[in-house]
């Protein structure tokens, strides 16, 4: 090979090299990506505030925190295919169970196999005085009335927001989050929030950063669930 194609090859590669890591580099910006679906999660976080904050605060629990976690689900709804996917799941869910059914409802995208957890921890974690109260399934006559009652809890925002309570109650005493770092607390609540409350530590850590996240109303590339979180915090953060 000549000098001078050499150095022709070396340039265009170190070129290509630069131009991909500087490409990559660049923090992605998910309210553009999202667009309107963005906007209206935003505006729900912000007409809801007025309720959200003060719940949260009760159970000091950190209201930017709690919101992303969420903030991805808010920007994935959508009442129209929330409303189709009820009506054709939520009976196959009452009859046979979550194997069958396990659909996500509602505006924080919550499903029966998630509340049912919660239905079971929430107990060890908050107190009846509190306010919030779960039944598990041993205080209904039988199993198909119980799963009923998760579908009206999840189709209501605000006793959403009381299954996020106990959320952030069961994380804290099983991951001990408050030892984390501010980010880390952040992505690592989301992806539990994402991938299951019932995963070990080890588990969650290994799927923060994995791209399965899009919103399925078109056609887009997966992100990662916890970087959309993150994203959100830092804006409203200011950071």
Request: some cysteine; hydrophobic content about 40%; overall charge positive.
């Amino acid at each position: 090979m000549s000098t001078v194609l050499l150095m022709k090859t070396l340039i265009t590669t170190i070129y290509l090299f630069l131009r991909f890591t500087f490409a990559t580099s660049q923090p992605i910006d998910y309210q553009s990506v999202f667009g309107d679906d963005w906007t209206k999660a935003e505006a729900f976080e912000m007409q809801n505030r007025i309720w959200i904050e003060p719940l949260l605060k009760k159970h000091n629990i950190s209201y930017p925190l709690a919101i992303a976690v969420i903030f991805p689900e808010l920007v994935r709804y959508s009442a129209l295919r929330d409303k189709m996917e009820t009506t054709l799941l939520k009976t196959l869910y009452v009859n046979l169970g979550e194997y069958y059914a396990n659909f996500s409802i509602g505006q924080l995208q919550m499903k029966p196999s998630f509340a049912e957890i919660i239905c079971i921890q929430a107990p060890s974690v908050i107190n009846r005085r509190s306010g919030i109260v779960f039944r598990n399934e041993t205080e209904f006559s039988d199993i198909k009335t119980f799963r009923k009652s998760i579908v009206t809890d999840l189709e209501d925002p605000k006793i959403q927001f009381n299954y996020l309570v106990a959320f952030f109650k069961i994380c804290e005493k099983k991951y001990k989050i408050r030892m984390m770092d501010e980010i880390t607390r952040v992505k690592f609540l989301a992806t539990v929030y994402n991938y299951g409350i019932d995963k070990s530590k080890d588990q969650v850590n290994s799927m923060m950063n994995k791209k399965f996240y899009n919103t399925k109303l078109f056609k887009t590339e997966n992100y990662s669930y916890s970087d959309v979180s993150l994203y959100w915090y830092r804006k409203y953060q200011g950071i």
